[in-house]
Every structure is written in C-alpha cells, then in structure tokens.
C-alpha cells in the first residue's frame, strides 16, 4: 500500500481554556479527523474522551460542547506542541519542519499546575521547543490513538488519572 505525500498542516483551532484551567493536556497537532471536525481527539478510535471521562467519573461526551464542557468543568485545557508542521497523515513519526504553538497564551491567564503530553513524540516536541520557554517540565502520558493499540483502557486509565492529581 502506497503512504499518502506529507503535506503541510496548520493548527485550524484554538486552544480550549478558561481562566479556572489548571491542567494542560497537548497533543502534537490535530489528526485529520480532528482538522475535519474542528475539535481535539476527533477520530472515532480515539479513547481520549471516552479515558478523561472515566478519569472524572463522568458520562463519555457525544458532541463537540460536550466534550468542551467535560473538559472546562474539570480544569483541563487543550492545545498541541505545534502550531503547524510538515507530516503524512496522522503519522506523528513524519513530522518535519515544526513550528510550536506559544504556550504563553494559556500559561498567562490559567494557574496551569501541570503539563502533559499525549504520547512519546508530544513529549520530545514538547521538551525540544516548550520546555525552554516555559521552564516547565511535561509529565508524559501514553497516546489515546488508534495506533497505540497495545495499550489497553484499563492501563491507559490508570496513568490518565494522574491529571486529577493537579485538575483540582
């Protein structure tokens, strides 16, 4: 089977915070599904809704404002590493040519308590172009995706309920 030719993907959304965000969760930049959507984590494979439900005790959410409000009712904001980058697909080992999101925007107007990242390649975009400006190290958590199949939801969830530590 032939891959798809990488292309340059721009971040189409904002972040989701508010002023009471004290957790930040970022991905590396918006799958297709995610760009087609709008919206984070927007593939249907994707177990992130349906693991920081469960984190929270909550019902899985089905729509966009759902989801917006499972998040914000719990003090978790939402953005990427990037704000644009050369890559295949979803395919985050592609990823060339990054150009970060300034966290600055979120960090200057929540108390953010704590960063994560959403899987390995989240993580070291993260520390190579974040962490210096910041001075805030990530916690790393496994990727929700599709493709991190070997992860069960049981095993996701327990490192997911790590957020709750610093969401509060």
């Known amino acids: 089977m032939e891959k798809s030719a990488a292309g340059v993907v721009y971040h189409e959304f904002g972040p989701l915070f508010d ?3 004290r957790v930040l969760v970022l991905g ?3 799958s297709p599904k995610s760009r087609e959507q709008g919206f984070y984590y927007g593939h249907p ?3 992130f809704w ?3 439900a469960q984190v929270f005790g909550e019902p899985k959410p089905d729509s966009i404002e759902a989801k917006r409000a499972l998040a914000l009712n719990h003090h978790v904001a939402l953005w990427d590493v990037l704000a ?14 990054a150009v970060p999101n ?3 925007v979120i960090l200057s107007q929540a108390d953010i308590k704590a960063i994560f990242t959403t899987g390995a390649k989240a993580a070291a975009l993260y520390h190579k172009y974040c962490e210096p400006k910041t001075g805030i190290s990530c916690i790393r ?5 599709p493709a991190n199949c070997a992860m069960g939801d049981g095993q996701l969830l327990e490192e ?9």
């Open 160 to 168: 997911y309920k790590k957020i709750r530590l610093y969401a509060g």
């Open 19 to 21: 002023k009471n965000s």
């Open 102 to 104: 300034d966290l600055d």
């Open 28 to 30: 590396t930049i918006p």
């Open 141 to 145: 958590l496994p990727s929700t995706s």
């Open 84 to 97: 644009s980058c050369t890559i295949r697909g979803a395919e985050d080992a592609s990823i060339k040519d």
């Open 50 to 52: 349906k693991i920081l």
């Open 45 to 47: 494979r994707n177990r």
